[in-house]
């Protein structure tokens, strides 16, 4: 079925009820307490895409929307710190869509996820990490599909399983003639 206008959707996405926000000629810092994001947004106006997210910023708040925003689009660096200064989100926004490398950590320092979107066919690129570094997962993610590899942990032991479009495939057998 077409969609003959764009769907929109409102979602406060990440900024906790009781928080302080301050902003400056552009910048950004929302505190609440156990974590602190820092931000810039701009006043730019991009052409939009209907099945693009953008990402912004109104009222102390982060909001992320399906083909439009309203308030202020998030356009450069983006962290997340929690309470002890920690990092624990980075990545950039360029007129209110996610770009580049994004990380993603514990609050023990180790890396918990790279994200990177492909120009092309606006898949990611995606690699999760459990809380030792061990490789949980590695592959491709397209319209919330997973595809690529991905190692699941079987009580002790590790194994890798191949998904195509977000189903699981078979695992090939080798006959031995």
Sequence with gaps: MKRLYPLVILINFCTPMHTNAQYYNGQVRIDSADRSFLFQVTDIVPQFHSRHFYYWFKSGHIYQTEGSFYGKLLHGYYKVVDKDRHLLEQGRF????????????YENGQLKSLAKKRFLDGA?????????????????EKDGLFTGLQVELVQDSSVVVRYKKGIRQPAKTVRNQ
Aim: a positive charge; proline letters at 0%.
């Design 124 to 140: 990611q690129h995606i690699e999760t990490y459990d809380e030792n570094g061990k490789l949980l997962k590695r592959g491709y």
């Design 94 to 105: 360029k007129l209110g869509e996610k770009t580049g490398l994004w990380r993603t950590w």
